[in-house]
């Protein structure tokens, strides 16, 4: 792609021409930069554009809890409201040895869980990178690359003395994409979301596939449960603090999980369960609003994003508030500025002009950079895109990353608070197990989520408290194999 350049040479006010542009901290002015009144100006421009009132949120939060009712009275629905076949609150007693998958976003996730009771537990873990061609690859592949990290991982705790040789342990199997589940050892991968896109998995059920590749390399353990990460943050969330009702997962991807109760999801009403059974459901939120584009504050620039996504139209709600689209929000801007002619006049943009080559981290360092000069952003745009910039500049891009950040995280608040509300969790409160990078590493983020919930529920709103979740994917995982482990040997459900 030709690069969009600027003139390399500027008149200043005395008539001379500089030939190309060097940094001179003294005079800024006269520069093919934008001035500090100039920024300022398009700064209100995007103010306008992501700033989200309490009261346009309020409206969001209504159409969420319709989303949510919908998917759990018909299958098929834009949120589909999953019921995982997960009973119950897990009673903080289970006990035993498991093993414990994750098939993240960016990692393998293989992990020996050690339940000792009494909310107590100890764990092992090791981590394989995916990397991008994995992802494309068969999905096949994809499942025996998981049995061979899992087969390494087993055969070094054997001689480890951790596990006993030629035992078959449960497993608990994290996959964290949207998945038709009929009973808890059971999913049809419905859609791959996370950028994935491994061919001959959409449509197949995944525990067989897996278990084929685990017959194949010969690994002593047995598929017990497959669950999401935000249903395993759920339940390792309740296990440590029985306060926790909702977990959700602001990461890469985003989802939320709690308990509903039986007699409340129209769509399971043929199973004949008990109306006050407790089962947990994996909302897959990231889908509210797709497609017909009704409720959420979409700009050009989430627009644009959509339609050059490998899944346009879906996931609209993720797409605004996870952590694989908000640096990419913020390089459309400065592109859009650059073909303004506003920004880098004179300099070569190209690095920048690379979709998603503006990461979310960044955003990150830019809201936490502690100097005045604002450092840690000259660095980054000198070091990853060869780009000088002016204080006015940078102080401009700060402000940008924070209104994008803050408009994630009071979107997010927004889908908590249809839980809450739907629940009717407000006057006694709960909390809610968080999870995934964003949550975890974005400074200011959990706190914007407090101040939105605030705004959508007035002062109520300090009486739901998020909390740094623990492990879903590992601990929960095992839980889950344990509490589906002790509920069939039991006879409750046992086809469930």
Same mark, same amino acid.
């Given at each position: 792609?030709?690069?969009?350049?600027?003139?390399?040479?500027?008149?200043?006010?005395?008539?001379?021409?500089?030939?190309?542009?060097?940094?001179?901290?003294?005079?800024?002015?006269?520069?093919?930069?934008?001035?500090?009144?100039?920024?300022?100006?398009?700064?209100?421009?995007?103010?306008?554009?992501?700033?989200?009132?309490?009261?346009?949120?309020?409206?969001? =939060? #209504?159409? +969420?809890?319709? $989303? !949510?009712?919908?998917?759990?009275?018909?299958?098929?629905? *834009?949120?589909?409201?999953?019921? %995982?076949?997960?009973?119950?609150?897990?009673?903080?007693?289970?006990?035993?040895?498991?093993?414990?998958?994750?098939?993240?976003?960016?990692?393998?996730?293989?992990?020996?869980?050690?339940?000792?009771?009494?909310?107590?537990?100890?764990?092992?873990?090791?981590?394989?990178?995916?990397?991008?061609?994995?992802?494309?690859?068969?999905?096949?592949?994809?499942?025996?690359?998981?049995?061979?990290?899992?087969?390494?991982?087993?055969?070094?705790?054997?001689?480890?003395?951790?596990?006993?040789?030629?035992?078959?342990?449960?497993?608990?199997?994290?996959?964290?994409?949207?998945?038709?589940?009929?009973?808890?050892?059971?999913?049809?991968?419905?859609?791959?979301?996370?950028?994935?896109?491994?061919?001959?998995?959409?449509?197949?059920?995944? =525990? #067989?596939? +897996?278990?084929? $590749? !685990?017959?194949?390399?010969?690994?002593?353990?047995?598929? *017990?449960?497959?669950?999401?990460? %935000?249903?395993?943050?759920?339940?390792?969330?309740?296990?440590?603090?029985?306060?926790?009702?909702?977990?959700?997962?602001?990461?890469?991807?985003?989802?939320?999980?709690?308990?509903?109760?039986?007699?409340?999801?129209?769509?399971?009403?043929?199973?004949?369960?008990?109306?006050?059974?407790?089962?947990?459901?994996?909302?897959?939120?990231?889908?509210?609003?797709?497609?017909?584009?009704?409720?959420?504050?979409?700009?050009?620039?989430?627009?644009?994003?959509?339609?050059?996504?490998?899944?346009?139209?879906?996931?609209?709600?993720?797409?605004?508030?996870?952590?694989?689209?908000?640096?990419?929000?913020?390089?459309?801007?400065?592109?859009?500025?650059?073909?303004?002619?506003?920004?880098?006049?004179?300099?070569?943009?190209?690095?920048?002009?690379?979709?998603?080559?503006?990461?979310?981290?960044?955003?990150?360092?830019?809201?936490?950079?502690?100097?005045?000069?604002?450092?840690?952003?000259?660095?980054?745009?000198?070091?990853?895109?060869?780009?000088?910039?002016?204080?006015?500049?940078?102080?401009?891009?700060?402000?940008?990353?924070?209104?994008?950040?803050?408009?994630?995280?009071?979107?997010?608040?927004?889908?908590?608070?249809?839980?809450?509300?739907?629940?009717?969790?407000?006057?006694?409160?709960?909390?809610?197990?968080?999870?995934?990078?964003?949550?975890?590493?974005?400074?200011?983020?959990?706190?914007?989520?407090?101040?939105?919930?605030?705004?959508?529920?007035?002062?109520?709103?300090?009486?739901?408290?998020?909390?740094?979740?623990?492990?879903?994917?590992?601990?929960?995982?095992?839980?889950?194999?344990?509490?589906?482990?002790?509920?069939?040997?039991?006879?409750?459900?046992?086809?469930?």
């Amino acid at each position: 792609m030709a690069s969009r350049r600027g003139s390399a040479s500027v008149v200043l006010p005395s008539g001379q021409t500089l030939p190309s542009y060097t940094r001179s901290s003294e005079d800024d002015d006269g520069l093919p930069h934008a001035t500090k009144k100039k920024m300022a100006d398009h700064l209100r421009k995007y103010e306008s554009l992501f700033t989200l009132t309490p009261q346009r949120m309020r409206i969001i =939060v #209504e159409a +969420f809890k319709e $989303s !949510l009712e919908l998917g759990l009275a018909k299958s098929g629905q *834009v949120v589909p409201m999953i019921p %995982t076949y997960v009973f119950g609150w897990p009673t903080g007693k289970e006990t035993g040895k498991y093993l414990a998958v994750d098939l993240g976003g960016t990692n393998l996730r293989v992990c020996l869980v050690i339940l000792d009771g009494d909310g107590k537990f100890e764990i092992t873990q090791s981590k394989y990178r995916l990397t991008e061609e994995q992802k494309q690859d068969d999905g096949q592949k994809l499942f025996d690359f998981c049995a061979e990290c899992l087969k390494a991982f087993v055969d070094s705790n054997i001689e480890a003395g951790f596990i006993e040789k030629d035992h078959v342990l449960p497993l608990g199997y994290t996959f964290s994409y949207p998945c038709a589940q009929d009973r808890i050892d059971h999913g049809v991968l419905i859609r791959w979301t996370k950028g994935f896109g491994a061919p001959n998995t959409e449509g197949h059920n995944v =525990v #067989e596939m +897996f278990r084929k $590749s !685990l017959a194949k390399h010969s690994v002593p353990a047995e598929v *017990v449960a497959l669950i999401c990460d %935000t249903t395993g943050t759920l339940i390792a969330s309740h296990y440590v603090n029985p306060k926790t009702r909702i977990a959700c997962i602001f990461g890469t991807g985003c989802n939320a999980a709690y308990m509903e109760r039986v007699g409340d999801i129209p769509k399971i009403a043929n199973l004949g369960m008990d109306p006050d059974t407790q089962i947990a459901i994996n909302c897959e939120w990231g889908a509210f609003d797709s497609f017909e584009h009704e409720n959420l504050p979409r700009t050009k620039y989430d627009i644009i994003i959509d339609e050059t996504s490998n899944k346009p139209g879906e996931q609209a709600f993720e797409k605004l508030i996870s952590g694989r689209y908000l640096g990419e929000i913020l390089r459309l801007i400065i592109c859009e500025l650059i073909d303004e002619g506003v920004l880098f006049l004179g300099q070569n943009t190209y690095k920048v002009e690379i979709p998603y080559s503006f990461d979310t981290a960044f955003l990150s360092l830019m809201e936490s950079d502690p100097t005045d000069e604002l450092l840690m952003i000259i660095g980054i745009f000198s070091h990853f895109f060869a780009l000088e910039t002016t204080l006015a500049e940078r102080q401009f891009f700060r402000a940008l990353a924070k209104l994008v950040a803050r408009r994630a995280a009071r979107l997010s608040a927004c889908g908590i608070a249809a839980i809450v509300s739907k629940m009717n969790y407000l006057d006694e409160g709960c909390a809610v197990g968080a999870d995934g990078s964003l949550y975890k590493k974005y400074p200011m983020f959990a706190e914007r989520i407090h101040e939105g919930l605030q705004d959508i529920f007035g002062e109520k709103g300090k009486n739901i408290v998020t909390c740094d979740a623990e492990d879903g994917s590992g601990i929960g995982s095992a839980i889950v194999a344990a509490m589906t482990k002790a509920r069939r040997d039991a006879g409750i459900y046992p086809s469930l």
